[in-house]
Nanobody, 117 residues
Framework: VQLQASGGGLVQAGGSLSLSCTASGSGFARSATMGWYRQAPGKQRELVATIISSGITNYADFVKGRFTVSRNRSKNTVYLQMNSLKSEDTAVYYC???????????WGQGTQVTVSS
């Protein structure tokens, strides 16, 4: 399974950015959980948001009300809409998928999001 992320970049505080990530490979299935994690310099990787096949979402408290995760199952793509960005949102954002039935997780290459204050 491969995950190809796009989006990200530099934005001023209060602005918006969107990320997308498409899964490919014969091992991937639309029932997989997909989502986003992030890692800021000197910090551990942390959950941002996930979405399961049925569309149920889970968010970290620090992004609730600002970020929205969604997916297009037919395109094997997960999205992250980030609004009201803060400088503390600056991090490398990683796309993620969990093939729970196989006990496997996959990560994308990471995309940089930089929020200037």
């Amino acid at each position: 399974v491969q995950l190809q992320a796009s989006g990200g970049g530099l934005v001023q505080a209060g602005g918006s950015l969107s990320l997308s990530c498409t899964a490919s490979g014969s091992g991937f299935a639309r029932s997989a959980t997909m989502g986003w994690y992030r890692q800021a310099p000197g910090k551990q990787r942390e959950l941002v948001a996930t979405i399961i096949s049925s569309g149920i979402t889970n968010y970290a408290d620090f992004v609730k009300g600002r970020f929205t995760v969604s997916r297009n199952r037919s395109k094997n793509t997960v999205y992250l809409q980030m609004n009201s960005l803060k400088s503390e949102d600056t991090a490398v954002y990683y796309c993620y998928t969990n093939l729970y039935w196989a006990g496997r997780e996959y990560w994308g290459q990471g995309t940089q999001v930089t929020v200037s204050s």
